[in-house]
């Protein structure tokens, strides 16, 4: 037999297949270990293909073994890695990846976990470690201290394989923790489960309403045809999940399979709870915070057909799944579903591909879906689903504007507004709970007068000025152009300019001081380090330990907290400024859902939202739940500024660590690019304007880990012209690529 091989190096001069010979037993989609190049180097690689004669006239050479008894990609991921080097433009290897754990290449986990161990609980943390130190502060043994604090910090067992993938040759220092009790043995198993340690009650399904009912009969009788794209705008509270877990039930039922996304950010143990109370041990789980034995283990458990239901952050999407059904996308708007690092791929998409390979049916879900999608749901290539009322007639909670200039006015330079202070009250003395959400993106970086809430915007751009506080002056991180700050308002003439940041300890602060009988829970990057945080906070949230939980985005999303009646936004103003032509579309869908925690379960909801600008379109339009209202508004803006979908940034990246050469190398690209975009549109007999700007500067992070970053920023009219011009973009970049080329990205998510 013959193989056809693609090894595993990311490299476009190897971006093809070698032929080896075989033993007969040898499966397409199997990795396996392969003598490459001159030296014979055993490298690992993938078999694409299978033969049973060889044409060539060259000697071959044989692979050297299989890396496993099974084949770890299915046809399916074949032809979808397939598909997703030609739409992002990478090496198949690079595609290929994407669909196996990280930690199978190289061998770096063991099937079988052999022996585990974690930290001894009953010895206080600090001291042990401090016990670790030598006087001058550092580790008696560096090995021993690592090994520790990698267990302390993932704060569960580990198998001693998993120990040493992370730290080589950490046998020694483990059997030295072990002797000196600081860690403990758990003994032999052989699958980490990670949720073993919780027994979830099993749920059967709700009766539906009206509307869920018919959404769940438009995607099963698609599901049926296998066919259909279905996005369902779902407000806050409106049973969003209960269609989705009845909708894969019916995946299962038909023998299929079928895939849930969210955002990471949402993957909140109450939500992996309501899964695997619905389908139990059939349920995947796939997020960052797994060890890596765990995620081999789930994934294997996939690929050998023991899990037929997935459910997963991003990367979840590819998931080694065959005959899907079904794949829903929850949150469908959140930015979290594109990839930054190469290839750098849209899950929604990807999935979209998916389902078109497998027959299967794509349901995208949001109770603000993103003006690209809605877009596609007017225009018909989705299936527009709508649920417009909250589950038992539920009212949608109060929205209340609070406006941050008249408070000022009127001398209160506190970080609660009176309204907020009373509802505050009130729900206090009722025993109920509230939420205080603190945004702290962009805060504390865009340049504003506290007077009259006037944002300094760029000129050419119109989006909004960054404060850049080494030099003092603010920046447009689109085009590049600087202005000095000035001493007073261009609007209001009043010397009130400010760019002042608060964070949610100083909204703890605050309301330990307004409020001090008041007991509270604070959710941010700060308190939620370990592995169980989440959960903890979350859990004695909803246990009623605290009145109050403050917290940053994460806790905007997905909360269903029944004992909470009043949601607080400290700051609406902090997305709307953020620097991005998509910083309405946020704000909007921010505030919408921060304002779906409130009054869940008794319909006693009240939010009240502090501003500077109480007549923004996306401030009021949330506040009146109006998403078409909103829709409507931003699609004619868009249409306006030429912002996407009506035009495209392109974005080209340089790193390198040298400045001079680093410029020419960005400059003379812009300049051939620019030209090869020039022909593209000349050869189709088009207007050279609708490239309509094209800039090459520095980068606005300069300089990263050492390194000096350019970038080319261009934006094209969208018409039947740019499928081409984007080609030749491509083209152009395939053929320049050099060691300062970094990458080249279409619409990103940010230009920093
Ligand atoms: P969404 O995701 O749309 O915001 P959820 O799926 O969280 O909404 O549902 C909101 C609440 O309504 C949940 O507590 C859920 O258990 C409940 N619920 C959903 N469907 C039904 C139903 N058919 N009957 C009764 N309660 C339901
Ligand atoms: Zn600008």
């Known amino acids: 037999m013959f193989a056809q091989v693609i090894v595993d190096i990311a490299h476009s001069s190897v971006d093809r297949l070698f032929t080896y010979r075989a033993d007969d037993n040898i499966a397409v989609g199997q990795r396996v270990l392969v003598p490459f190049g001159a030296g014979n180097k055993a490298i690992e690689g993938f078999v694409l293909g299978v033969s049973d004669s060889y044409e060539g006239t060259v000697a071959l050479k044989s692979i050297i073994r299989p890396m496993e008894p099974y084949a770890v990609l299915t046809d399916e991921q074949i032809r979808l890695a397939q598909w997703?080097?030609?739409s992002y433009n990478c090496v198949l290897v690079d595609a290929l990846r994407l669909m196996i754990p990280a930690q199978l290449r190289g061998g770096r986990v063991k099937e079988k976990t052999i022996r585990t161990v974690k930290v001894n609980a009953e010895m206080d943390r600090e001291q042990v470690l401090s016990a670790m130190l030598k006087k001058d502060g550092t580790p008696k043994s560096p090995r021993q201290h690592e090994v520790y604090i990698l267990l302390a910090e993932s704060g569960m067992e580990m198998s001693t394989g998993d120990i040493c993938a992370f730290i080589p040759g950490a046998a020694a220092a483990i059997r030295a923790l072990l002797q000196k009790g600081y860690i403990l043995e758990i003994g032999r198993e052989t699958y980490r489960n990670p949720y073993a340690s919780r027994d979830i009650p099993k749920t059967m399904p709700m009766l539906l309403s009206a509307q869920q009912q018919?959404?769940?009969?438009?995607?099963?009788?698609?599901?049926?045809?296998?066919?259909?794209?279905?996005?369902?705008?779902?407000?806050?509270?409106?049973?969003?999940?209960?269609?989705?877990?009845?909708?894969?039930?019916?995946?299962?039922?038909?023998?299929?399979?079928?895939?849930?996304?969210?955002?990471?950010?949402?993957?909140?143990?109450?939500?992996?709870?309501?899964?695997?109370?619905?389908?139990?041990?059939?349920?995947?789980?796939?997020?960052?915070r797994l060890s890596p034995g765990e995620r081999y283990d789930e994934w294997r458990r996939i690929r050998l057909g023991k899990a037929k239901v997935v459910l997963g952050a991003r990367s979840a999407v590819f998931a080694p799944l065959e005959n899907i059904k079904l794949i829903v996308v929850d949150e469908e708007h959140e930015q979290s579903y594109s990839s930054e690092i190469t290839p750098r791929y849209n899950a929604i998409e990807v999935a979209r591909q998916r389902c078109r390979l497998n027959g299967g049916t794509l349901l995208l879900g949001s109770a603000t879906p993103s003006v690209q999608s809605y877009l596609r749901?007017?225009?018909?290539?989705?299936?527009?689903?709508?649920?417009?009322?909250?589950?038992?007639?539920?009212?949608?909670?109060?929205?209340?504007?609070?406006?941050?200039?008249?408070?000022?006015?009127?001398?209160?330079?506190?970080?609660?507004?009176?309204?907020?202070?009373?509802?505050?009250?009130?729900?206090?003395?009722?025993?109920?709970?509230?939420?205080?959400?603190?945004?702290?993106?962009?805060?504390?970086?865009?340049?504003?007068?506290?007077?009259?809430?006037?944002?300094?915007?760029c000129d050419n751009c119109d989006v909004s000025m960054t404060y850049h506080k080494l030099e003092n002056t603010m920046k447009c991180h689109y085009c590049g152009s600087v202005k000095p700050i000035p001493k007073v308002c261009p609007e209001c003439g009043k010397p009130y300019i400010k760019f002042f940041g608060i964070g949610t300890q100083q909204v703890e602060e605050q309301l330990n001081q307004s409020f001090p009988d008041v007991t509270c829970l604070r959710m941010d990057a700060d308190t939620t380090r370990t592995k169980d945080s989440h959960y903890?906070?979350?859990?004695?949230?909803?246990?009623?330990?605290?009145?109050?939980?403050?917290?940053?985005?994460?806790?905007?999303?997905?909360?269903?907290?029944?004992?909470?009646?009043?949601?607080?936004?400290?700051?609406?103003?902090?997305?709307?400024?953020?620097?991005?032509?998509?910083?309405?579309?946020?704000?909007?869908?921010?505030?919408?859902?921060?304002?779906?925690?409130?009054?869940?379960a008794a319909g006693n909801g009240r939010v009240i939202v502090q501003t500077y600008n109480p007549d923004h379109p996306a401030i009021v339009l949330a506040s009146r739940h109006d998403y078409k209202g909103f829709f409507d508004y931003e699609i004619a803006m868009r249409k306006a500024a030429l912002f996407p979908p009506y035009s495209l940034f392109i974005r080209v990246l340089f790193v390198h660590g040298d400045k001079g050469p680093l410029a020419e190398a960005a400059g003379s690209f812009a300049d051939g690019l620019h030209k090869a975009i020039v022909d593209a549109l000349k050869q189709q007999g088009a207007d050279d304007r609708e490239l309509l700007f094209m800039t090459c500067g520095e980068a606005p992070i300069k300089r990263k880990q050492g390194q000096y970053r350019m970038h080319i920023v261009l934006k094209l009219a969208r018409t039947k012209h740019t499928a081409k011009v984007i080609d030749a973009v491509y083209s152009y970049a395939n053929d320049h690529r050099s060691e300062y080329y970094c990458s080249l990205e279409l619409n990103p998510n940010d230009m920093l």
Do not use: W
């Open 84 to 86: 997703i080097k030609q």
């Open 214 to 288: 018919a959404a769940l009969n438009a995607v099963s009788d698609a599901m049926e045809e296998a066919e259909g794209e279905f996005l369902l705008h779902g407000v806050t509270g409106s049973g969003k999940t209960e269609v989705y877990m009845q909708a894969i039930a019916k995946a299962l039922d038909m023998g299929g399979t079928a895939i849930v996304l969210v955002p990471e950010i949402s993957l909140t143990p109450q939500a992996m709870d309501r899964f695997r109370g619905r389908f139990g041990n059939s349920v995947a789980v796939l997020h960052s």
């Open 377 to 457: 749901a007017t225009k018909g290539s989705y299936t527009l689903l709508e649920m417009l009322d909250r589950i038992n007639s539920l009212p949608m909670p109060r929205v209340e504007i609070a406006d941050m200039r008249d408070e000022f006015a009127a001398g209160n330079t506190g970080i609660f507004s009176a309204p907020l202070y009373d509802a505050l009250k009130t729900c206090f003395d009722k025993g109920e709970q509230a939420i205080l959400f603190m945004n702290r993106r962009g805060y504390s970086t865009f340049v504003s007068c506290r007077g009259c809430g006037y944002v300094f915007k």
């Open 536 to 600: 903890s906070i979350l859990s004695r949230f909803a246990k009623g330990e605290a009145q109050v939980l403050i917290g940053t985005q994460m806790v905007a999303k997905g909360l269903d907290m029944p004992g909470v009646s009043v949601v607080g936004v400290i700051a609406a103003d902090a997305s709307l400024h953020i620097p991005d032509y998509r910083s309405c579309e946020r704000s909007f869908q921010l505030l919408t859902q921060v304002a779906g925690r409130a009054g869940r």
